[in-house]
């Protein structure tokens, strides 16, 4: 099992930064990669970013690149989302998740592709 707990989100006016961390405890070592997902009112849960556990590669939704960073700190057991330059419309629940596994595709953005899911933390992004 593995447990996961986001913090960091909160109100910022557009233009600003945000950095969202997310806890990991449990069986982590055997995860294959990490992720962070969005869910705005009324709209599809999607995909912002991942990393792979053991190598630290990462990818991410074409609407971040550049804006946002994702990294993990081994040592905390931690994976955090670094979010600058936010947008009115990325107002949104931020979510981190697991997966254990690298099948069908390692740069998985589909959120049936990850196992396990924090209780999410909001964001709001002022215009």
């Known amino acids: 099992q593995v447990q996961l707990v986001e913090s960091g989100g909160g109100l910022v006016q557009a233009g600003g930064s945000l950095r969202l961390s997310c806890a990991t405890s449990?069986?982590?070592?055997?995860?294959?990669?990490m992720g962070w997902f969005r869910q705005a009112p009324v709209k599809e849960r999607e995909f912002v970013a991942g990393i792979k556990w053991s190598s630290s590669i990462t990818y991410y939704a074409d609407s971040v690149k550049g804006r946002f960073t994702i990294s993990r700190d081994n040592a905390k057991n931690t994976v955090y989302l670094q979010m600058n330059s936010l947008k009115p419309e990325e107002t949104a629940i931020y979510y981190c998740?697991?997966?254990?596994?690298?099948?069908?595709?390692?740069?998985?953005?589909?959120?049936?592709?990850?196992?396990?899911w924090g209780q999410g933390t909001q964001v709001t992004v002022s215009s």
């Open positions: 449990g069986h982590t070592f055997s995860m294959y990669a």
């Open positions: 998740a697991a997966r254990a596994s690298g099948f069908p595709r390692w740069d998985a953005h589909d959120k049936n592709d990850y196992d396990y």
